[in-house]
């Protein structure tokens, strides 16, 4: 099987298409897969690394206001499309498949001119601006939660089919749990808590641990903070700058651009803070591990607070909303909860009730059926 997957931009797009080519790989271990994507985004990253092909197109997410930057993005993606036909016409796929976003609107519209078939993947609730636009054209739309059925009202075919990742529930052996530890600089001694906003970061987020670390507030766990790319060296500078604290020398904190192996790291830690995009909602259901969520405020129809309640419904994660968010309050809750182990623990078993099981299966086959 030959075939394009277009994903782009931030983690929660890239990582399902690199979860799916994972699996059209063990499947087929003959099959033949190329991403398409920007010349700007996390893709350029995580594709290669991930040890597939990455071909460009000039194609830019876009916004619903009137302005003259936008007319001239929407411009451009559409645009793109000739580049996209090329790739096409090239490769000679016998499926694309996109994972939300907006390079998925070239690249779909560009197969469907070609008449290769279409296959989408929604990871969110409420479906994204590119999957509304490509959803009567796919000859498929899987989706990560029932609710997003509901809102594709022109999709041909709807399945609910979870979304792909590769972080699951995994034993770590004490060997390498010990090498993980001391790769961060972090120890057994107290609970870990991971912080992540997401691939691009979450400045709110950032903010408030600033004021802890700065407070000394963690006193009775670590810090694994994964601070986004972008943010990364803002952050350096910010430290050493107001607080004359250098990066890489606070005791129980660990300060890093992004982390790679999330597949591991999530199995060791004891809680985790971050945002709740689709692919943090599945990672935590599938490891089993309890969550305060800090819901983007910004999010298309408020995705990320309908996404965190899935969990906080069942009693596996708490929410603060981003309007509320203090270090303080943050730290209490925190320390709340590292403090009594076996509401933490009651917490992961409800979080992993809820995660859907051979997700990546599930959409080979609906790939395969087509």
């Not at 991930?50 to 302005?67: M, V």
Request: glycine share 6%; charged share 25%.
């Amino acid at each position: 099987m030959r075939v394009i997957i277009a994903a782009a931009g931030t983690g929660g797009h890239i990582n399902p298409g690199i979860a799916i080519a994972n699996e059209i790989k063990r499947q087929e271990p003959n099959s033949e897969i190329i991403f398409v994507g920007t010349n700007r985004g996390l893709e350029n990253d995580l594709v290669p690394r991930a040890g597939y092909k990455l071909e460009h197109i000039n194609a830019y997410g876009f916004d619903r206001t009137i302005s003259i930057e936008n007319i001239k993005k929407i411009y451009q993606t559409f645009h793109s499309i000739k580049e996209a036909k090329k790739i096409i016409e090239q490769f000679k796929p016998d499926v694309v498949i996109g994972t939300g976003g907006y390079i998925c609107v070239p690249i779909g519209i560009a197969a469907q001119k070609r008449k290769v078939p279409v296959v989408l993947h929604e990871s969110n609730a409420f479906p994204g601006v590119a999957v509304k636009i490509l959803s009567n054209k796919a000859k498929k739309v899987l989706v990560g939660f029932e609710d997003a059925k509901k809102r594709l009202p022109k999709a041909k075919q709807v399945v609910v089919t979870g979304t792909p990742t590769k972080v699951k529930k995994v034993k770590i052996s004490e060997e390498r749990k010990k090498e993980l530890l001391k790769e961060n600089k972090l120890n057994d001694n107290k609970p870990i808590v991971l912080f992540f906003g997401g691939s691009q970061g979450a400045k709110s987020i950032n903010d408030s641990l600033l004021e802890i670390i700065s407070k000394k507030q963690n006193q009775n766990y670590q810090i694994l903070w994964a601070a986004g790319p972008a943010q990364y060296e803002k952050i350096k500078n910010e430290l050493k700058e107001k607080y004359s604290i250098e990066i890489d020398n606070i005791e129980d904190v660990s300060i890093v651009p992004y982390i790679y192996n999330m597949e591991e790291i999530m199995n060791i830690v004891d809680l985790v803070v971050s945002r709740s995009g689709a692919m943090t909602i599945t990672e935590i259901a599938n490891v089993g591990v309890p969550a305060i969520f800090i819901p983007f405020p910004f999010a298309t129809e408020n995705h990320q607070e309908y996404n965190a309640k899935v969990l906080e419904n069942v009693g596996a994660a708490k929410i603060i909303l981003d309007k509320n968010l203090t270090s303080n309050d943050l730290n209490s809750t925190i320390t709340n909860l590292v403090e009594n182990k076996n509401a933490l623990k009651d917490m992961g078993k409800k979080a992993n009730q809820v995660a859907i099981q051979n997700v990546e299966e599930k959409i080979y086959k609906e790939i395969k059926e087509l």
